[in-house]
């Protein structure tokens, strides 16, 4: 109950932009509601009519859970689940996403937590909102998310207009220097969700270790990007063009750049109305944003969560993986990094495991091993959310990139877990591989491990660098030091 709690809340977090936090104050029974926070309790029945189906004139009233309408402020608000059905039997609840029958306990802690903390009303039925009442949405994993219009009323009642925070690191260092927030060189409000960065390539004429930085910007739904050059202690200098992409594109952004200088971007468009995936926008550019040649990936193959875009530069071509919404199964997709590459129809990767959450992906100068890292989202594993790595199956020039099992590595990151995107870049110099990820929710600090070589051995020690990250990492590598960027309180 506990982990699906957080990973409701993790869902309105990162769709919403949202900066919501919860602690675990113990199994503590029916408490009174507390001033200035919310309370999720769990009751049997609230109210049934005694035989079935109802008397005439009788109201069966068995909903699956209830949301307060009390002011979240001095009064305190709540939600409250019923946990049996009329007839004293536990209902059928599903903690974890995986398909099948069964109540899904997790979209009905959404839908509640949002009536709660937001007072936002049921959607109609027809599309895909978690806030379409949560009776009808008993057999379907997509009713977790949000609509973009839900998404968009927490956003402004409560999203923070967060700053973005780089932090940098020496070419082999593992200590990093105090984070650079980079308000002034981004003074656009943000959504919470994190910023994506990729580097560039050095070539002839152009600058040393530039990066792109791109995020969903607040007020105009629209993704955005910058470039700019991190200078001597991590400052961004300011940035050398500032292209914006089309209106309605809010949700998280990938970013990646090609060794000859093409830029491509990956964008969780609006999930609306009547629509059962969030669909995902690409954009390519081989002026640095100048002008955009933009697509979508094909219906049906939507997500909600940062996917992993990465340059493979023994093949030139940009990698996508996503997490498929209705399934939780990884796919892919490439394109040529090319002028006149399209996107290839994208493949299941791996139906092993299902995930949550993505890190980044590494393709290796000399065309394997590859890696992809994700928090994976499974029942039959101890451990949710455990931060795992991926071998990436793709042979000369195959026409696929299909995904090992973790076993196919040797091991997870030990014990390491997240509840947010996380990020992930390889310095062919010194052959290291490192890993940035905000921690659960009882560790919300940034954190960094890496490891030199390729082979299939546990990474390092976490090394903590700031105490208070918000949703979603992303970790790049320039010709000089390691850049991670964060939204941060
Ligand atoms: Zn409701």
Redesign the pocket.
């Known amino acids: 109950m506990r982990e699906t709690l957080l990973n409701a809340l993790a869902i309105l977090n990162e769709e919403s932009g949202a900066h919501v936090d919860l602690y675990y104050a113990g199994d503590a029974g029916d408490v009174p509601f507390i001033p200035n926070a919310l309370t999720v309790r769990f009751q049997d029945i609230r109210e049934c009519c005694p035989t079935q189906p109802c008397p005439d004139g009788v109201v069966n009233n068995n909903?699956l859970?209830?949301?307060s309408s009390w002011n979240c402020g001095s009064e305190g608000s709540g939600v409250a689940i019923f946990l049996k059905n009329c007839d004293g039997t536990v209902r059928d609840w599903r903690t974890s996403f995986s398909p099948g029958l069964g109540i899904m306990f997790e979209g009905v802690l959404v839908?509640?937590i949002v009536?709660a903390v937001w007072g936002i009303?049921?959607t109609d039925a027809g599309g895909s909102s978690v806030?379409i009442?949560?009776y009808v949405q008993d057999t379907h994993n997509a009713f977790r998310h949000l609509f973009t219009i839900d998404a968009n009323t927490i956003e402004l009642r409560s999203g923070l207009s967060s700053r973005v925070a780089s932090y940098t690191t020496s070419t082999t260092g593992v200590s990093w220097s105090a984070p650079q927030l980079v308000t002034s060189h981004y003074p656009e409000r943000f959504t919470t969700v994190g910023p994506a960065i990729a580097r560039r390539a050095t070539l002839p004429g152009q600058s040393s270790g530039e990066v792109l930085v791109a995020w969903p910007n607040m007020d105009v739904r629209a993704w955005r990007a910058r470039f700019g050059v991190p200078g001597s202690g991590g400052a961004f200098t300011p940035p050398a063009s500032y292209p914006s992409n089309a209106a309605g594109r809010r949700l998280p952004v990938a970013v990646s750049y090609s060794a000859y200088g093409e830029v491509a971007v990956a964008a969780v468009g609006p999930c609306g109305a009547g629509s059962v995936h969030c669909p995902i926008h690409t954009a390519w550019s081989s002026n640095l944003g100048g002008s955009w040649v933009q697509s979508s990936i094909e219906a049906g193959f939507g997500t909600i969560t940062r996917p992993v875009l990465e340059y493979d530069g023994y093949r030139d071509r940009f990698v996508l993986f996503f997490i498929r919404a209705s399934d939780g199964y990884l796919y892919s997709t490439w394109r040529a990094a090319a002028p006149g590459g399209w996107w290839q129809s994208p493949v299941l990767a791996s139906s092993h495991r299902r995930y949550r959450f993505l890190g980044g992906a590494v393709f290796h100068p000399s065309g394997a091993p590859n890696l992809l890292t994700a928090a994976q989202d499974d029942p039959d594993i101890a451990t949710m959310h455990r931060m795992v790595q991926l071998a990436v199956n793709v042979t000369g020039g195959g026409s696929t990139y299909t995904l090992g099992s973790p076993g196919n590595l040797g091991s997870a990151f030990q014990n390491y877990r997240t509840r947010r995107p996380f990020g992930m870049a390889y310095d062919a110099g010194t052959d290291r591989t490192r890993i940035v990820w905000r921690g659960n929710n009882a560790s919300r600090a940034l954190f960094s491990t890496d490891r030199v070589g390729t082979g299939t051995g546990f990474f390092g020690s976490p090394v903590e660098l700031m105490p208070n990250a918000v949703n979603s990492v992303d970790l790049t590598r320039t010709s000089s030091s390691w850049v991670a960027t964060l939204s941060a309180l």
């Open positions: 909903p859970g209830q949301a839908h509640e009536h009303l049921h806030m009442p949560a």
